[in-house]
């Protein structure tokens, strides 16, 4: 049982790049989640879902995309990448709220990322 | 105004001391709460989640004032392997968003 595990742990990308985060959980959670975390700062929700097919936006979404076509991934697409998207990227997975005391999440080692 | 605050600290405590964290949260409607333990450069973890009637788990207490809309966590005999960042963690009760406070920085020192 591995959890949550994300790729790639580290990437440096230029200015107008586009990348693929991979978010896999094996633990057939519904719920989904993808962070940034500044430094300094608490985690911002950038997307999250609630089950295969279904996506919705948090705090800040602006400049990225996801999808949800499987329980198990959930990739974060980051188009055209800009110096305020370096920021440490976390993905959490939980049952959600139909389960009891099902809401703790279960995070991912996380990818850090530098846009230059 | 924030969902979630919290002192920064840093909090630097001498072994085998009690110390204790609060943190306010803005809405009324919020259902469910919790405190995450982040090591440096790692991912949150579950430390315990906080009931309406305050719970304990070993060393660790969690109380939650509705009223005062603010929750505390309290670490008594405080070990060096306490020394993390703790994130206080607010579920409102509509919609499924988490939000985070910007967390509190521990060090215990020998």
């Known amino acids: 049982n591995a959890g949550v595990t994300q790729t790639p742990k580290f990437r440096i990308l230029k200015i107008g790049q586009s990348m693929t985060l991979q978010c896999t959980q094996d633990m057939n959670h519904n719920y989904m989640y993808w962070y940034r975390q500044d430094p300094g700062m608490g985690l911002k929700l950038i997307y999250y879902s609630v089950g295969a097919g279904i996506t919705d936006k948090g705090e800040v979404p602006n400049g990225y995309n996801v999808s949800r076509s499987t329980t198990e991934d959930f990739p974060l697409r980051l188009e055209l990448a800009a110096p305020s998207q370096t920021s440490v990227y976390f993905c959490?997975?939980?049952?959600?709220?139909?389960?009891?005391?099902?809401?703790?999440?279960?995070f991912g080692p996380g990818t850090r990322l530098t846009v230059t | 105004r924030k969902e979630v605050e919290q002192d920064p600290g840093p909090f630097n405590v001498p072994e085998g001391a009690t110390v204790a964290f609060n943190c306010t949260y803005s809405n009324s409607a919020s259902q469910s709460f919790f405190w995450y333990r982040q090591d440096c450069r790692k991912e949150p973890k579950l430390l315990m989640s906080?009931?309406?009637s305050g719970n304990e788990d070993g060393r660790f207490t969690a109380q939650l004032n509705r009223a005062s809309q603010y929750i505390s966590l309290l670490i008594r005999d405080s070990k060096l392997s306490d020394s993390a960042t703790y994130l206080c963690?607010?579920?409102?009760?509509?919609?499924?968003?988490?939000?985070f406070g910007t967390g509190t920085s521990l060090t215990v020192i020998p």
């Open positions: 906080v009931y309406s």
């Open positions: 963690v607010v579920l409102p009760n509509t919609g499924n968003q988490f939000y």
């Open positions: 959490a997975s939980s049952y959600g709220a139909t389960r009891g005391s099902s809401y703790e999440q279960y």
